[in-house]
């Protein structure tokens, strides 16, 4: 499908949709807990779906009838190998968090992974290498050290060190390591995006979880321990805000994003502060006695090139690339080498898809140059990946003339109502 987009103004109110980081960890914690956990106010969407499917094949009974509260019987812990392969189609949140689970079957107990083309072209060793560490046995079948691959129970503890070049390869281990049968001890050689291991931090402080962290480096974690049943509402996921925050910026006479709140440790938060910083006009309110609570307002205002430290944040690299080609002078965005192992090589891509625009762009080994310039429409290639169908999507809210994006059935991953979302504060874009 193509995404057409117009030259727009926009102006209203959009409610921010759950957040797919928080909704597929309450779904795991939920598998692996004792008990019925209920999940209000979960997202749906194709990668949210496969962490439920997944879940399901090991052992969960999930109830999902009610799109705004779910319910999961947990396994206790007690995960079942399915005679079938699992296959988590899009979602790389699902398969690495999922792999520490399925660790935790029966000694000899096989369980396989697998995704589509793009999860079968991300790394996943260094996870797979601390699993077998601890006691579990990983192999990719195709010996390239992705998927499709195969794990087999049981997880015993143990020591690990580990490279954390994705945050979710130290989430799966903290996640699973506490219903080991001994102690575990990390030691973490390198952490990017150390935000999200918080944010599963946080989800192991209301669990009660006993464990000891030295500064995100080092984490000993007490087994024997296991989860209990939760009743949770999934907090705005700002992920997703973050392509209506830099469509804002740009092109709003004034739209207030509905139920964020920053007292949530999701790390793209940080967006609003690099918008701020490159002079958006933008004011937030966390209490009633200002307006809606957890709400942000944005005006469009005129923006200027900054630099900016993104690695906590690679998600938010597309849409901040498209944002800095509207601003004056030169952005640069480092320190996200990362960015080239999601979905795509977010890097490469950007800069092809920016050139095509005629932006003056510089592809850097972590990040992009970006100079400020007088974009023109054009034919882009969404590359199958949501954030870069999304992102670039915000370039034609503010040209001339018509940009289309194609494989843009990609948004369905994370945010599958993103275009009438947009279109309900003005936004000219539509699916065809």
Not at 69 to 77: A, E, F, H, P, Q
Request: proline share 4%.
């Amino acid at each position: 499908m193509k995404l057409i987009v117009r030259k727009s103004r926009l102006e209203g109110t959009v409610t921010i949709p759950a957040s797919k980081s928080h909704t597929i960890r309450a779904v795991a914690i939920a598998s692996l807990a004792e008990g019925e956990s209920t999940i209000r106010n979960p997202l749906e969407s194709n990668d949210t779906r496969a962490a439920v499917d997944c879940y399901g094949a090991l052992g969960a009974k999930i109830d999902t009838s009610d799109p705004k509260l779910w319910k999961v019987i947990g396994t206790g812990g007690e995960i079942c190998a399915p005679t079938e392969s699992i296959d988590v189609g899009n979602s790389g949140t699902t398969l690495r968090i999922a792999m520490g689970s399925a660790a935790l079957a029966e000694a000899g107990k096989v369980i396989t992974f697998t995704g589509d083309e793009q999860i079968q072209s991300r790394p996943i060793e260094p996870l797979m290498d601390s699993l077998t560490d601890l006691g579990a046995n990983c192999t990719s079948i195709n010996n390239n050290g992705k998927a499709p691959l195969e794990i087999t129970g049981r997880l015993s503890g143990g020591e690990t060190n580990i490279a954390c070049h994705t945050s979710q390869y130290l989430s799966s281990l903290l996640l699973c390591t506490p219903l080991a049968a001994k102690d575990t001890e990390i030691d973490v050689t390198l952490l990017n995006e150390p935000g999200y291991v918080q944010m599963t931090l946080d989800w192991l402080n209301r669990q009660g979880i006993e464990y000891e962290n030295q500064q995100l480096r080092k984490f000993k974690i007490k087994g024997g321990q296991s989860y209990k049943a939760f009743d949770v509402t999934v907090p705005a996921d700002f992920s997703s805000a973050t392509f209506f925050l830099c469509a804002a910026a740009m092109a709003a006479d004034e739209v207030t994003l509905l139920g964020l709140d920053f007292s949530d440790s999701q790390p793209d938060k940080a967006v609003v502060d690099y918008l701020k910083a490159m002079g958006a006009d933008i004011s937030i309110c966390r209490k009633a006695s200002c307006g809606e609570a957890n709400s942000v307002t944005v005006k469009a205002a005129p923006l200027k090139g900054i630099e900016i430290d993104m690695n906590q944040t690679p998600d938010a690299l597309p849409a901040m690339a498209v944002t800095a080609a509207f601003a004056q002078g030169r952005t640069r965005l480092v320190n996200v080498a990362q960015a080239r192992g999601k979905e795509t090589d977010r890097i490469r891509c950007m800069a092809e898809e920016l050139k095509k625009m005629a932006i003056d762009v510089e592809e850097l080994p972590e990040g992009l140059i970006i100079e400020g310039s007088k974009p023109k429409p054009g034919e882009l290639n969404g590359r199958s990946d949501h954030r870069i169908v999304m992102g670039l999507s915000l370039a034609g809210l503010n040209l001339d003339g018509q940009c289309s994006i194609d494989t843009a059935e990609a948004v369905s991953v994370t945010f599958p109502g993103y275009v009438e979302l947009m279109k309900s504060i003005g936004a000219n874009m539509e699916m065809n």
